[in-house]
């Protein structure tokens, strides 16, 4: 007799396991189904976690061998501990996985490991080393995504990499390719960058980061190109080859050209993530996904098929694992009767390279493009006094309002801390808030978020600092 619980969800990274948490402190009975090993997703194994921590670490590294003694700190003899540093990333990762089976105990979820498959309605065949079947009234699929592959560059993870390869070379490549330039491949080009490769981004389109807002793109650009990346912008890879030396790339300009061959000890391939939903049994209760891979579901995450729902990449939107967690919880409390919403309107996106680009709501290209009438305001960090005081004064803030409202459409920030900083226009968008609002309220002094309610007074013409 298989066991019955009131939700089962297969998958456990950041929607999926949110999700099984929130479904429990609902009364609910829940178990999740994870077939890595260790609950988290890619974000906690060899996502955003990991690549923060080495983000952090190569960014101490810099400071320390380039920086700080413009400050007064004379440090001498840097040198790099590769195998240290990488110890410490996964020691990062170990204590933040362990961290949520914690709570899965905590809240009584039934964590099984092992590879679930939908085998009919309200049944999860679990494969592994405990081969059983769950039987549910309600399956959330949180099953996340994998990395897009490139026709042409077979990745290796050890000369061709992926972000997961990319997150555990045993040394600092001399030359670095990174085919993208989105947000994975910036991040890991960047930390590999200060860890001492020469690293050229190549991007199929003639901008980075597609996302972002267009003044942001050229900033950081700007910006990233003076730190010593290398950018090969409007060029496709059409093929690899592995030499004695490497990989040896053909590179063709995208609009049509004449070919090159780029060289490099190793290639990152960072185009992009795909929905993972290879061997769920989807066919089993009816579903198929759509052109683009996605599962689709309703308003309420609702699929066609009773009682199955599914979140966070798998459905598509913003590959992020905050909109995941979000999706998690409301589906959640859905299930339960309750009445779960995300506004999609107000969900964050963080490029956590250095200086951070951040962005919420709509872009200027957006607005223009949808013809909505609106006004700009933006304030420099060279005009902050706590940026100045830090000798981190590179990048601005820039907020979008409606011309008629003045309700807060958008906020981009490229700059220091600029993720931490966003979230106050975050909860400003979530209620509302008009920038005459957020330029209302106290901000304290000396700090970097002035230069969030100087942007929010720019809006009206009014700065006061600049």
């Known amino acids: 007799m298989s066991e019955q619980f009131d939700v089962v969800v297969v998958g456990g990274g950041p929607g999926g396991y949110v999700c099984a948490i929130r479904a429990a402190q609902l009364g609910l009975k829940v178990a999740c189904v994870e077939k890595r090993g260790a609950l988290g997703g890619t974000c906690l194994n060899v996502g955003c976690i990991p690549s923060k921590a080495l983000l952090h670490a190569s960014h101490m590294y810099e400071a320390a061998a380039h920086h700080v003694g413009d400050l007064g700190v004379e440090v001498a003899g840097v040198t790099l501990n590769l195998p240290k540093m990488m110890a410490h990333k996964d020691k990062v990762v ?46 959330v699929i949180a099953t996340g995504s994998d990395v897009t592959p490139l026709p042409g560059v077979q990745i290796d993870e050890e000369t061709i990499v992926s972000s997961t390869g990319a997150l555990k070379l045993a040394s600092v490549p001399k030359k670095l390719i990174v085919i993208g330039a989105g947000v994975i491949g910036l991040e890991l080009g960047s930390v590999w960058r200060r860890l001492g490769a020469e690293v050229t981004v190549v991007e199929f389109l003639d901008y980075i980061l597609p996302p972002m807002d267009g003044e942001v793109r050229k900033q950081a650009q700007r910006t990233l190109s003076k730190q010593g990346l290398n950018f090969l912008l409007g060029h496709k890879v059409t093929g690899a080859a592995k030499t004695n030396e490497g990989v040896a790339l053909t590179v063709e300009p995208a609009a049509g050209g004449e070919a090159q061959t780029l060289t490099a000890d190793v290639v990152l391939v960072a185009i992009g993530r795909r929905p993972y939903t290879e061997g769920l049994g989807l066919e089993s209760v009816g579903l198929s996904v759509n052109a683009r891979g996605f599962i689709e579901v309703d308003h309420d995450y609702q699929t066609k098929a009773q009682g199955v729902f599914a979140i966070g990449d798998v ?75 830090n000798a981190d004064t590179e990048g601005f803030v820039k907020v979008l309002a409606d011309a008629k409202t003045d309700r807060v459409l958008g906020c981009h920030i490229i700059g220091p801390q600029a ?48």
């Open 315 to 389: 459905i598509g939107g913003q590959m992020l694992a905050h909109k995941a967690e979000e999706e998690g919880v409301a589906v959640a409390e859905l299930i339960a009767g309750q009445s779960g919403h995300v506004n999609y309107g107000a969900i964050p996106s963080v490029v956590y390279t250095s200086p951070e680009i951040a962005m919420v709501g709509k872009t200027e290209e957006q607005l223009k493009a949808e013809g909505v009438a609106y006004k700009v305001g933006k304030f420099p960090f060279t005009a902050n006094g706590r940026a100045r005081a």
């Open 94 to 139: 170990t204590d933040n996985t362990g961290g949520i089976e914690f709570l899965f105990k905590k809240n009584k979820v039934t964590y099984v490991k092992g590879a679930g498959r939908i085998s009919g309605p309200g049944t999860i065949e679990v494969t592994g080393e405990q081969p059983q079947t769950l039987t549910a009234k309600n399956i």
């Open 419 to 466: 993720g931490d900083l966003l979230q106050e226009v975050v909860v400003a968008m979530e209620f509302g808030a008009s920038s005459e609002d957020v330029a209302r309220s106290s901000h304290a002094h000396p700090q970097l978020g002035e230069a969030i309610k100087e942007a929010m007074l720019a809006v009206d013409k009014r700065p006061l600092h600049i």
